[in-house]
């Protein structure tokens, strides 16, 4: 969701006059920050137990996973209100935005510097109390600006859940995605070639038209407009590819053309890894976890 939350015109000057002095000063990219310390081994057993997409990857691909999430959580704060932010709150968080731009290693989400994370949903005035409480994620926008707000528990289905093809983390970075070109408008620029642009316009409207015709399984949330559905429609290629290939395979072939990447070949169905003692460590040593990454366990 983008938030739209109207301000006073004379407030809203001064404030993005100040917020974008804050932007020079403070923004994380200014002053990008690489890893230098190895992938801590907690971390790789998280991520192996939550996130399914980095159990479909080879080493070589969990290797370049990795050093984006160390990258990702090196220069984007995630602040929680309300509520505790846990190490593995801070993984899916950075899954979240990893996961779409995976082939893309140079890409740097310039649009973003604080992921907030609420204990639940909330209203257009960030509120977790009082009425109008449905909104699971947003994108900032005038004093927002650079901030995503997401409901912890929301965060945490959308990796729980592997079959209702929803992920509003996923949801909220393809925002700043669409974003990145400096115009929400449900076209990609930086990731989609110019002459396939006009196909994904056609292809949208006649997306659109079946949900309100009911003869579409897509979230109806992606009829309301050409930027939610873009990022609907992404939701699905990440959660539920072969579905989405079976069904849509027109538009798959065009997800599949901006983010790079095949998730039909891939095999989410092997979900997140329940790691015994003697089962080989998921880190590619070929020794058994009791032996490698999980010595301290047992």
Not at 146 to 160: E, N, R, V, Y
Not at 223 to 239: Q, R
């Amino acid at each position: 969701m983008i938030s739209k939350k109207p301000l006073n015109t004379l407030a809203a000057i001064v404030a993005l006059f100040f917020f974008a002095w804050f932007l020079q000063s403070k923004r994380p990219f200014s002053s990008w920050k690489a890893p230098t310390k190895d992938f801590p081994t907690q971390w790789r057993i998280i991520l192996a137990r939550e996130v399914a997409f980095y159990n479909t990857l080879s080493k070589e691909e969990k290797e370049r996973f990795e050093f984006k999430i160390q990258e990702f959580l090196l220069n984007y704060r995630i602040t929680g209100i309300q509520t505790d932010v846990t190490q593995t709150d801070k993984l899916l968080v950075a899954s979240s935005g990893v996961i779409p731009i995976f082939q893309f290693p140079k890409w740097r989400y310039h649009n973003l510097y604080e992921v907030l994370l609420y204990p639940t949903r909330f209203n257009e005035n960030f509120k977790t109390t009082g009425p109008g409480r449905n909104i699971l994620g947003m994108v900032g926008t005038g004093y927002m600006e650079g901030k995503m707000i997401l409901s912890k528990p929301a965060l945490h289905h959308g990796f729980d859940n592997e079959s209702d093809k929803k992920n509003t983390a996923i949801h909220e970075f393809i925002h700043l995605i669409d974003k990145a070109d400096g115009e929400v408008d449900g076209i990609p620029k930086l990731l989609l070639e110019r002459p396939y642009v006009l196909p994904w316009l056609d292809l949208i409207k006649e997306k659109i038209d079946e949900i309100y015709e009911k003869k579409s399984d897509i979230n109806p949330y992606g009829g309301s407009s050409k930027i939610e559905f873009f990022a609907v429609a992404s939701e699905y290629f990440f959660e539920r590819p072969k579905l989405l290939a079976k069904k849509h395979p027109e538009l798959y072939n065009i997800l599949e053309e901006i983010f790079d990447q095949d998730m039909d070949a891939r095999d989410l169905q092997k979900s997140k890894m329940v790691i015994g003692r003697n089962d080989l460590c998921p880190c590619y040593s070929g020794k058994k976890f009791k032996k490698c990454c999980g010595q301290n366990h047992f």
